[in-house]
């Protein structure tokens, strides 16, 4: 057999199909669940402004306008700019029971990540990185201080990180989703957070700001900046966010 095909690419696409006459079972043993949203209540808070959805635009120029744009400018990024982004992310549009759904489809509505902002410079916020509470579209300070380094250093030295007003990070939280769909979760979390990366680009689009997704990154420097485990929450997708000239 071809060597790549003993991968762990191809493993993975294999091992966790679902097929007709094979029962569901696994011998993952019991698996906790966990809280459904992550808040930080010792944390300092900052309550954005309700998202602008005032200024309109068109969908079908956003879809044929959306580029990867990694040539920002040093110009601030509006706290309305980055509320209507965040909204666009992850903004809860309707309540069903125990469930906040949001902008962004999600297999079981079980949402099994958490969004992170490095803030570089963004009007009324202090450089630093904060975790984006859903619930109360707040932010909440984790650390202040210049991250440009160490965010650039652990994207690769990418220049498009270096220059971006804001960063955000997003965390897969593995047992939230594998409670339900076991080792198949690691197929819906990265889709889950494609569909919240393409809404982020779309809004971005919209309000003629520059994005771009980024995958290439050191995935235990992101974590330790963010001062999580790397594994039942690991950093997953990042998106960069500034103006244009
Ligand atoms: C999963 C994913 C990871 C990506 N990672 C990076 C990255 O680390 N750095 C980067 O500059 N662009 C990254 N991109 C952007 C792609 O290079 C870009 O989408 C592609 O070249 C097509 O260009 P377009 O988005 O302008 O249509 C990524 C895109 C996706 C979807």
Redesign the pocket.
Known sequence: MALYKEGLAFRYIQGTKYHRDKSLKDNLGPIPAVRSIKTYPDAERLQLPKPDLSRSADLWQCLSR?????DTTPDSLSLNELATLLWAAQGVTARIGIHLLRTAPSAGALYPFETYLYADHIESVPQGLYHFNVQDFALERLKVGNFNRDMTSA??G?P?VRRAAAVFIWTAMMLRCMVKYRDRAVRYIPMDL?HV?QNV?LAATAMDLGS??????FDDDINQLLEIDGEDETAL?LITVGKLN
């Open positions: 959306r580029r990867s744009e990694r994207c690769l990418q498009v494609g990366c680009q771009c997704p980024i995958g290439a990154f997708y």
